[in-house]
Structures are given as C-alpha cells and as structure tokens.
C-alpha cells in the first residue's frame, strides 16, 4: 500500500508558475513510477507526466504539457514534483499523483492521492 499527498495547488494568471508536490508514504518509494494526471471539469482525467523509478529516470510527458512542466522525483525525501511553467487557463484541473509502473511510456497506475486544484486565470 502507498498513501499519497498531493500540495501546491492554487489560483495563479497565465503565464505563471505552480510547483506540484506529492508527499508519499507506505510501501517502498523507490520501487515505484510515479506520475500525474489531472482532470478538469466535465472531462475524463488525463495523463500529465510521469518518472521511471531509481535506476532510469526516465520522463514522459503529454503533448499539451511538453516543455513547460517539468517532473521530478527525490527517493531520499519519498518526493514526487510536478513543476510547472507558462500556465493556461487550459491547464485548470485537480491534479492527482500517482503511484504505478511504466511500461514503455504507457504508465498504469496502481495507487492515487486525492487531489489538488490548480485554477488558471486568464
């Protein structure tokens, strides 16, 4: 079992800059990928991100997201970040970090936080 925290949410303008973190604790951290989704009113969550586990960071992104946020993960602190930059009103969503397995760049999640709100102003 891994139990998830999500922080960092909140009302920022376009063209801002809001830094995601997920808390995690339970099972071991390092042996997980890690990734975010988030979902925005009356739509299906979608992928955001994701980060292969210790020995290969690898990331992903979606193509809405790519070079403006930016995914990281520290093992020592059983933290995973979701930075991101140049916000749109778009990217409005609760955000939820998950724990799971990447297989290729698809990543299934097993485990989810609850969420944070993230809203974009224009």
């Known amino acids: 079992q891994v139990q998830l925290v999500e922080s960092g949410g909140g009302l920022v303008q376009a063209g801002g800059s809001l830094r995601l973190s997920c808390a995690t604790s339970?099972?071991?951290?390092?042996?997980?990928?890690m990734g975010w989704f988030r979902q925005a009113p009356g739509k299906e969550r979608e992928f955001v991100a994701a980060?292969?586990?210790?020995?290969?960071?690898?990331?992903y992104y979606a193509d809405s997201v790519k070079g403006r946020f930016a995914i990281s993960r520290d093992n020592a602190k059983n933290t995973v970040l979701l930075q991101m930059n140049s916000l749109k009103p778009d990217d409005t969503a609760v955000y939820y970090c998950?724990?799971?397995?990447?297989?290729?760049?698809?990543?299934?999640?097993?485990?989810w936080g609850k969420g944070t709100l993230v809203t974009v102003s224009s």
């Open positions: 339970g099972s071991t951290f390092s042996s997980y990928d």
């Open positions: 980060i292969s586990r210790w020995f290969s960071l690898n990331t």
């Open positions: 998950s724990a799971g397995n990447l297989y290729g760049q698809a990543f299934i999640p097993d485990y």
